[in-house]
């Protein structure tokens, strides 16, 4: 009996994500192709005291976090239109990198998030924890 205990503590297996936060997961990393941080922030708010969402929480977190990276960039790329032509070409230069990178990184994001997996952003910055 306390072997199994003991080995009971040992495995400590998570529980199951269900369907439910799988769509929710996967919800969060879409809106954000619409709606930038804000899809993603309402999740979030709604889900963060809830201690049986925990996956649904740190999916939108995450989904948050690299929005705020990805409104940053666009920040930095508008800021390049003060130079006239050449700071324009910039700009679409890194608007067009940008929005592709967004796009396909929030695709394989919501993909990963309906499979139960977790996802990280590359690159992205840990701003809400």
């Not at 990393?29 to 619409?34: C, D, F, G, P, Q």
């Not at 929480?57 to 990805?70: G, P, Y």
């Not at 790329?77 to 990198?97: E, Q, R, T």
Request: proline fraction near 5%; include cysteine; glycine fraction near 4%.
């Amino acid at each position: 009996m306390t072997e199994e205990v003991i080995n009971a503590e040992i495995v400590n297996t998570p529980e199951p994500i269900g369907n439910d936060d799988k769509n929710l997961a996967m919800l969060a990393h879409l809106l954000s192709i619409v709606t930038s941080f804000v899809g993603a922030l309402v999740i979030w708010l709604i889900h963060k005291e809830r201690t049986d969402k925990s996956y649904v929480n740190a999916q939108a977190k995450e989904a948050l976090n690299f929005q705020i990276l990805v409104m940053i960039a666009w920040i930095i790329a508008l800021s390049f239109n003060v130079f006239p032509l050449i700071g324009s070409l910039i700009f679409m230069i890194f608007g067009f990198i940008i929005f592709w990178a967004n796009l396909i990184f929030c695709i394989v994001a919501a993909i990963s998030a309906s499979q139960g997996k977790p996802f990280r952003y590359p690159l992205s910055p840990h701003l809400i924890k």
